[in-house]
């Protein structure tokens, strides 16, 4: 078996190419072609925490396997990550194991590239101010991925948590410095809103974490936190006032409190939810219809955006060399 460690991911699957793999497996994810049970949560409450087991099959590229993602977000409190995960890659033709690797960096790679997907089909081809909310891990590759796909000049982050918002800057010239040049710590939340053209939403609260009436027209926002059906991140106004597209919309009404809340109480039909982005990849949905419609994207994540990317990972560190080989 092949064993490879979050560097070698990083290496082996650049951003750029995330955010194409991410559009060819939501594509084939809306036309039916990919496996991906609804994950499995298992809570642990002791620690208010959860874990997810995730597997998936996409045949259009031989891709087979499993995540395991936790997401414990206490562990701040003894300054370790609040989301762990692996992910174990399987041969389509006969099931055996071949790799093993690090799903940490991949879950936010992948989360981030497929907001970067989002972002590239129905933010303003203009846009060059993004607001992030949340400076973690998701954070980092959100802001990553969308100044891939567009020509960004400024990056407000905010977060409640001081050495989050502060360190965020170091954090993210790891990946891309002159990116972190761009970065602006901010504690007004409200003016910094109020002058994106993408808004970014990644956090584990459990309330909205902003106000609409902030929300400029024309904004485009991807909103990657509120993976549980009881975490709501994101105010019903925004869903109201929005074109709203999800990575899949069978695991957003099942998933995230942000819809799921919203259509028990009412406040939403679940008509509203109905474009996926691989509809938007091959033209059976519209994208942006003008430069004031404000654009929202959901995403829960989907196994098959892991899968996707540990393919790719296994097949570069094949050809270049990398990782490291072992027996159980």
């Not at 087979?64 to 206490?74: A, E, T, Y």
């Not at 400029?216 to 105010?235: K, L, M, R």
């Not at 028990?264 to 519209?286: F, M, P, Y």
Request: charged residues 20%; glycine residues 6%; aromatic residues 4%.
């Amino acid at each position: 078996m092949l064993a490879l460690t979050a560097q070698d991911v990083q290496t082996l699957v650049p951003m750029k190419r995330a955010v194409e793999l991410m559009k060819i497996v939501f594509s084939d994810l809306s036309a039916g072609k990919t496996t991906s049970p609804l994950r499995t949560p298992v809570p642990v409450p002791e620690a208010d925490g959860v874990s997810l087991f995730m597997p998936a099959y996409v045949p259009s590229i031989e891709g087979l396997g499993m995540k395991v993602v936790s997401v414990f977000p206490r562990n701040r409190e003894q300054n370790k990550p609040t989301i762990n995960a692996i992910v174990a890659v399987l041969d389509a033709s006969t099931g055996e194991p071949v790799a093993l690797m690090d799903g940490t960096f991949l879950t936010a790679l992948r989360t981030g590239a497929g907001a970067g997907a989002a972002a590239d089909l129905l933010a303003r081809k203009d846009s060059k101010v993004i607001t992030c909310i949340g400076a973690g891990a998701q954070g980092l590759t959100q802001v990553w991925s969308v100044s891939e796909v567009r020509d960004i000049e400024t990056v407000y982050i905010y977060d409640p948590d001081d050495s989050m918002r502060e360190s965020f800057v170091d954090r993210l010239a790891r990946y891309d410095s002159n990116l972190a040049k761009k970065v602006v710590p901010v504690t007004d939340l409200p003016a910094a809103l109020r002058e994106s053209d993408v808004v970014c939403t990644a956090t584990t609260s459990k309330t909205p974490v902003y106000d609409h009436a902030d929300i400029q027209p024309g904004t485009h926002i991807n909103a990657v936190g509120a993976f549980q059906p009881t975490i709501q991140e994101i105010p019903v106004e925004t869903l109201l006032n929005s074109y709203v597209v999800v990575d899949s919309v069978e695991a957003a009404i099942e998933e995230a409190g942000d819809l799921q809340i919203p259509i028990n109480n009412g406040e939403i039909s679940r008509d509203l939810i109905s474009v996926e982005v691989g509809h938007l990849v091959d033209g059976t949905a519209k994208g942006r219809t003008s430069d004031e419609q404000i654009t929202f994207f959901k995403s829960v994540g989907n196994a098959v955006q892991d899968i996707i990317v540990a393919k790719e990972a296994v097949s570069r560190a094949i050809e270049t060399g990398r990782g490291q080989e072992f027996s159980l």
